[in-house]
């Protein structure tokens, strides 16, 4: 398949990627970004990413698995930042965007826009990755992914609500894919219950607090022999700290093996859930508003997880916890799970690069 689109498109070579955050910083973003990059790059495309410097200690140009990264400073300030940032593309990168056969962009369209209008005939490819953390979502929110939509040649958004919920056209939409490796050697085996993990960044969008709030509601009783872990890290990290560990962001080795000792995986995106599916776990997601009712009720992944849409209802899930076994749908799982690769990500990708 590779083959065939790398023939039909010999002149599509380089690949610029621009993305708000890269490695070492940790998200879900990120891993999109890294893992689509080393498909492309096995069938070998020339890829440049370009990023913001997210911690001082980091250099402005280095490779890292062969990639070449770019980091800029990210100005502070809002209105005139978004200028700054602007010169900073022109001054320091247009022999990047020059070069550059397609220039995928992961979300911040906004900062190419001089860029974009300098190359009216370039490619410019479009990921919409998810929305802001802020239910009724802000008209000028709404505006800016629209304007990004419209400078773009082809727009991927990773979840059907996206389209319902900001009033864009999708030209393909996507959920995340899941390394094949993740479930290969798993047992499918009955397991006893022995941790709830919850898996993905700490902060009140997730619905994380309904899960805290719901904890705080529980019994002495219930509680017992109940453990809480966290594996992720954002703004709530100290609070979740009252409630059980917090092992922080974890490597994709140490997160199998969390949630292969558990029965129930708390997720907080498509990322988190499959990984969890992967596992063998019984899935559990958070819709605390409508917004993330249609982000499940309208994915693929709706029908394989567990929706929860206010505190009672965690709480009641909370006291069976310790009833869970390791998920029995999970050979039903297998096959779906395998048609979710990164590799079949990447192709998507690449034939809106050529279309």
């Known amino acids: ?37 080393k498909v492309f ?12 410097k997210h911690d001082s200690n980091l250099v402005t140009q280095e490779k890292i698995s062969d990639l070449d990264i770019y980091r800029f400073n990210f100005p502070k300030i809002k209105l005139f930042g978004l200028f700054v940032i602007w010169i900073t ?32 005939r370039k490619k410019f490819v479009l990921t919409i990755h998810g929305w802001e953390g802020i239910y009724p979502i802000p008209k000028k929110n709404i505006w800016l992914k629209n304007i990004s939509a419209k400078l773009a040649n082809k727009v991927i958004c990773v979840g059907a609500y996206i389209g319902k919920h900001y009033g864009i056209s999708c030209d393909q939409t996507i959920e995340g894919a899941i390394d094949q490796e993740s479930f290969s050697n798993l047992s499918t085996k009955k397991q006893k219950f022995q ?23 529980l019994s002495a009783a219930d509680k017992k022999n109940l453990k809480l872990i966290f594996i992720g890290d954002g703004e709530l990290r100290t609070i979740c700290k009252k409630y059980g560990t917090v092992l922080g962001w974890l490597s994709e080795n140490k997160v199998r093996e969390q949630l292969e000792k558990s029965s129930a995986c708390f997720a907080s995106g ?8 992967a596992a063998g776990c019984t899935v559990l997601v958070i819709a605390h508003n409508q917004l ?19 505190s009672k209802q965690v709480v009641e899930t909370l006291k069976l916890a310790k009833q869970f076994i390791k998920n029995n749908n999970f050979s039903q799982n297998l096959s779906w799970l395998k048609q979710r690769s990164w590799q079949k990500t990447a192709q998507l990708y690449l034939d809106n690069y050529s279309s």
């Open 41 to 52: 790059q096995k069938k070998g495309f020339a890829l440049k990413v370009i990023t913001q």
């Open 195 to 217: 941790s709830v993990v919850y898996l993905g960044r700490l902060v009140s969008d997730t619905g994380l607090p309904l899960l805290l709030e719901a904890w705080k509601k």
């Open 89 to 120: 593309f022109l001054q320091k990168y247009f022999s990047l965007f020059y070069q550059a056969d397609v220039v995928h962009v992961h979300d911040v369209m906004i900062w190419c826009l001089p860029l974009r209008l300098l190359f009216p």
């Open 1 to 37: 398949m590779f083959s065939n689109f790398l023939k039909r498109n010999s002149q599509i070579k380089n690949l610029l990627i621009i993305t708000p955050f890269y490695y070492p910083h940790l998200g879900g973003v990120e891993k999109h970004v890294f893992k689509t990059c």
């Open 270 to 277: 498509y990322l988190s859930a499959l990984e969890g599916l």
């Open 292 to 310: 993330k009712k249609d982000y499940w009720q309208m994915s693929k992944i709706g029908d394989k997880v567990q929706i929860l849409e206010d």
